[in-house]
């Protein structure tokens, strides 16, 4: 009678600490999400300034973040204040892709950066606001 009690109990804190985990990746996606939209903002304004040598630590910010994202999104993270749509765990191999093909747009914005061509910036600049918007389409609910 004990061990089922004990096992039980396990059960029941295993149970609570995936759902605390899964609460977590919530979290941390937001955060990112956020800090990455942020980022946007910040070298649109950049770009309108002609400051093209600052682009490079938000583009940085933002391809870290993209290189976490498919860790991001843990079996049971599904449920909770989130957008994700199911899609993401049904089609994953899709969905990392797509997050690759974000973190590769930020660092092609961080290169066109270092390399002083507004206008190479600015098109690159697009090419990310393009990944994140193939991703959201998809993966995203309103």
Same mark, same amino acid.
């Given at each position: ?12 804190? &295993? ?11 919530? $979290? /941390?996606? $937001? ?15 950049? &770009?309108?300034?002609? $400051? ?5 630590? *938000? ?12 860790? &991001?999104?843990? *079996? ?22 797509? /997050?690759?093909?974000? @973190?590769?747009?930020?660092?092609? &914005? @961080? ?7 507004? *206008? ?10 393009? *990944?994140? $918007? ?9």
């Amino acid at each position: 009678m004990l061990t089922r009690v004990t096992l039980a109990a396990t059960a029941a804190l &295993l149970l609570a600490g995936g759902t605390a985990m899964a609460q977590d990746s919530i $979290k /941390a996606r $937001k955060d990112g999400f956020q800090t990455s939209k942020n980022a946007m903002a910040e070298i649109k304004d950049l &770009l309108g300034s002609d $400051k093209v040598a600052q682009v490079g630590p *938000a583009a940085q910010r933002m391809s870290a973040f993209a290189a976490q994202i498919p860790t &991001l999104f843990p *079996a049971g993270s599904d449920k909770g204040d989130t957008k994700a749509k199911a899609d993401i765990w049904a089609n994953n191999a899709d969905f990392t892709a797509k /997050a690759q093909a974000y @973190e590769a747009a930020a660092k092609g &914005l @961080e290169a066109a950066a270092a390399s002083g061509d507004k *206008a190479a910036t600015a098109k690159q600049f697009a090419a990310v606001g393009g *990944a994140c $918007k193939a991703c959201h389409e998809r993966y995203r609910a309103d």
